[in-house]
């Protein structure tokens, strides 16, 4: 696999939901890692990045409420979510930075009201 998003799921808001993202260990070793989401009828939009080094910055409109991590031993990013809001609904992608032009599977995370 090269890039498996899982753990998206339906949520109320004020929740908190968990996302990893299996990746090839010849591609996450070396690579800065980022999140992206795509909510329906908009673009897909940055939410996160990770440096190979565990440094993180994040989008504004998450920052505070959002954390990524990664795991060298799994070849695992994850991003944890908290506070969720109905704005957050959308289907969520990990790729490297620069991304690669296969984006993977992603996974749908709804936030209800």
């Known amino acids: 696999v090269q890039l498996q998003a899982s753990g998206g799921g339906l949520v109320q808001a004020g929740g908190s939901l968990r996302l990893s993202c299996a990746v090839s260990?010849?591609?996450?070793?070396?690579?800065?890692m980022d999140w992206y989401r795509q909510a329906p009828g908009k673009q897909r939009e940055w939410v996160a990045r990770?440096?190979?080094?565990?440094?993180?910055i994040y989008a504004d409109s998450v920052k505070g409420r959002f954390t990524i991590s990664r795991d060298n031993a799994k070849n695992t990013v994850y991003l944890q979510m908290n506070s969720l809001n109905p704005e957050d609904t959308a289907v969520y992608y990990c790729?490297?930075?620069?991304?690669?032009?296969?984006w993977g599977q992603g996974t749908l995370v709804t936030v209800s009201s």
């Open positions: 790729n490297t930075w620069p991304p690669r032009p296969n």
């Open positions: 260990e010849t591609i996450f070793m070396r690579n800065d």
């Open positions: 990770i440096s190979s080094t565990g440094e993180t």
